[in-house]
């Protein structure tokens, strides 16, 4: 059974960092894209940012470029979202999703406040 | 950036009733491959997205054949008949041809 289980998400101020976690397991890890996806508090889906199952391409959205780096541990089937300079606009419900979208985590809460 | 327009907004149904959901975008979701990456998921509350279609009209194991995906190039339709209750919930349309990926901005289905 596929199951992928994000953590590291809480309560961050605006321009601290914070680093978001996502176990897989059920599947060949490394042969597989992933991504981040985010749900700010009663609005609809965004993606993030996705990278190649190697790790030798990644892609990001505007928004993010420059203060997030999406990264993987194939050998510890672990796909990360470091997430920097946090603002209040990144508050979100973020997902991490096996490509192509096939299946999604329970997701974890990431709260940019003072 | 594409920009999928999703309609309507909300849609409130009886139990055994049919819908369609549309989702249309601003540009051809076929890809240099000949393949189109529109998908359909349905958020129920409280839950974490799933997938019910791929490729405009592929069922993920496991969905009922109640549920179908048609369209090309820009416009696509899901159809749902004879709702059931677990069909409730946010759908939304997500294409995966072109970079950033995008979302519509999703279909509440609610019992009426």
């Known amino acids: 059974e596929v199951q992928l289980v994000e953590s590291g998400g809480g309560l961050v101020q605006p321009g601290r960092s914070m680093k978001l976690s996502c176990a897989a397991s059920?599947?060949?890890?490394?042969?597989?894209?992933m991504a981040w996806v985010r749900q700010a508090p009663t609005k609809g889906l965004e993606w993030v940012a996705t990278?190649?199952?190697?790790?030798?391409?990644?892609y990001y959205r505007d928004s993010v470029k420059g203060r997030f780096t999406i990264s993987r541990d194939n050998a510890k089937s672990t796909l990360y979202l470091q997430m920097n300079s946090l603002r209040s606009e990144d508050t979100a419900t973020y997902y991490c999703?096996?490509?192509?979208?096939?299946?999604w985590g329970q997701g974890v809460m990431v709260t940019v406040s003072s | 950036d594409v920009v999928m327009t999703q309609t309507p907004p909300s849609l409130s149904v009886a139990i055994g009733q049919s819908v369609s959901i549309s989702c249309k975008s601003s540009?051809?979701?076929?890809?240099?491959?000949?393949?189109?990456?529109l998908n359909w998921l349905l958020q129920s509350p409280g839950r974490s997205p799933k997938r019910l279609i791929y490729?405009?009209?592929k069922l993920d194991s496991g969905v009922p054949d109640r549920f179908s995906g048609s369209g090309s190039e820009k416009d696509f339709t899901l159809k749902i008949s004879r709702v059931e209750a677990e069909d409730l919930g946010v759908y939304y349309c997500?294409?995966?041809?072109?970079?950033?990926?995008?979302f519509g901005g999703g279909t509440k289905l609610e019992l009426k």
């Open positions: 999703t096996k490509l192509p979208f096939d299946y």
């Open positions: 059920g599947f060949t890890f490394s042969n597989y894209g």
């Open positions: 990278i190649s199952y190697d790790g030798s391409s990644t």
């Open positions: 540009q051809s979701l076929v890809a240099s491959d000949k393949n189109t990456y």
């Open positions: 490729q405009v009209s």
């Open positions: 997500l294409q995966g041809t072109h970079l950033p990926w995008t």
